[in-house]
Structures are given as structure tokens and as C-alpha cells.
């Protein structure tokens, strides 16, 4: 079913599902539009709505979450008969956010994940490039840290300008207020900090910056990551012609 290219995808149980389409290139030409999407939580979608992504091409789900945040909030698209799933820990070797005390430092948090996990980045980023023909969505809880940290890869692979990538990973602030007072609220209502919370939540243009100098000051830029976490050129390509072709 063809539609309008939109940059966020409204369905009334999510917030922040997001199309990667319609990106400038560095080289020339745009990202192509129902290519991939990246999102937040999808426990909460009724059947229609699921029905909605499926009727629009959607044909593989990845799932960023832990083990344990899936037990607590399942995907209705596991095991489903159309749509492929994964479920690739993205964060595993990073300390869960809840338990991180003192001050806290999102951008710190982005450099550490493409220091220490690269394998899981690797996966999923082979996850998006093998998928089956049709649509691909990833997604975490609030679809902007494991989600943006990964989107972000993707678009520099696709060869979008550093400005654009920036501007992709601020759009959560005004795309997912709905989402984001309900996780301030979780965590406020659960004892955390209100600062620590915040901090939290943010989604300064200016965190991913960090992370993106990180990788060009201490990894090499794009190409020499990829290699080091194991992606080849030929991957790279076929992760960027998904995108692009």
C-alpha cells in the first residue's frame, strides 16, 4: 500500500516511529523514503496498527531491547507469521541507565557503546542489511538512545551529512513529548532523581556530535570502524544501497 513519504509515522499507540527517508547525501541524491524505520516501544500496539506497518510493507522487526525489558513488555511481533524478528541486546555491556549514579553524561554513554559494543552494533547492523525484502523497523523503549545510536551509523554509512544525522537524533524532543512525560513520570514516581532524569531524556543535537567526533577522533571515521567491528566494503555497500538504491 503506497503512501505519502512523512518523516514520523502516526499510528496512536506509538510516539516516535520515524522514517530514514529523505536525507541529504553527501555525494548527491536523498536517503529513499518506507525504506527503514527506527522507533520506540511497539508492546502497546493494537492489532490495526500492527496490521497498518504490515499492509505498508513491513517485513522484519529488531528489537534493541534486553531480555528483561522484553519480558516486562513483550513484542507483538515476535513469532508473528509475516514479520521477521530479532532481538539483539543492544546495550548489553553497558550498565542500565537506572543504575547509573553521580552525574551523568549521555554523549559519555554513545562513546562508550561504540567503544564496547561493537559486536552487538555489528549484528544489528548486518540485521538491517540481510533482512528480507520490504520494510525494516528497530527500536528500543523510548526510540532514542540504542535506537539513535544505531540510526546514526546507518545514515554516516549512507553518506548523510553529520548535520542531518544531528537533526534526526533532536527530533525525538518535539516528535515523542507524549512518550517522554510518561518515562519522566515512571522514573520520578520510582524515586529517581529529577536531574538524573532529565539528563536522561534529552536529546541534544549536540550529544550525537560527541559521539560522531568520537568516532572520527579515536576510531578513524566511519570505514575504519566498520572494518574494525567486522563489517567488510561490500557490506557497507549493501547496507547502504538499502537505503539508497
Not at 515523542?176 to 529517581?192: E, I, K, W, Y
Request: hydrophobic letters at 45%; one cysteine or more.
Amino acid at each position: 500500500m503506497q503512501a505519502a513519504p512523512m518523516r514520523q509515522w502516526h499510528l496512536p499507540d506509538t510516539h516516535n516511529i520515524r522514517d530514514l527517508g529523505g536525507y541529504r547525501r553527501a555525494g548527491g541524491g536523498t536517503t529513499q523514503w518506507s525504506r527503514i524505520l527506527r522507533g520506540d516501544s511497539l508492546s502497546h500496539l493494537r492489532e490495526d496498527s500492527s496490521r497498518t506497518l504490515v499492509d505498508r510493507g513491513l517485513s522484519t522487526v529488531i528489537d534493541l531491547r534486553r531480555p528483561e525489558e522484553i519480558g516486562a513488555l513483550p513484542n507483538p511481533f515476535a513469532g508473528h507469521e509475516r514479520v521477521a524478528y530479532r532481538n539483539i541486546a543492544l546495550f548489553d555491556a553497558l550498565a542500565p541507565v537506572a543504575a547509573m549514579a553521580g552525574v551523568f553524561d549521555m554523549a559519555a554513554r554513545y562513546r562508550e557503546a561504540l567503544d564496547r559494543c561493537g559486536d552487538r552494533l555489528a549484528e544489528a547492523l548486518m540485521a538491517v542489511t540481510t533482512a528480507p525484502a520490504g520494510l525494516v523497523l528497530f527500536h528500543c523503549t523510548a526510540g532514542k538512545d540504542r535506537t539513535g545510536v544505531l540510526a546514526a551509523l546507518i545514515l554516516l554509512i549512507a553518506g548523510v551529512d553529520e548535520a542531518e544525522i544531528a537533526a534526526d537524533y533532536a527530533l525525538t524532543a518535539t516528535m515523542a513529548n507524549p512518550l517522554l512525560a510518561r518515562l519522566r513520570h515512571r522514573a520520578l514516581s520510582a524515586g529517581l532523581d529529577a536531574v538524573h532524569v532529565e539528563r536522561v531524556l534529552a536529546s541534544d543535537a549536540a550529544t550525537i556530535d560527541a559521539m560522531l567526533a568520537h568516532l572520527r577522533d579515536t576510531h578513524g571515521g566511519t570505514e575504519p570502524y566498520m572494518r574494525r567491528i567486522g563489517l567488510t566494503p561490500a557490506d557497507t555497500d549493501r547496507l547502504a544501497a538499502r537505503l539508497c538504491a
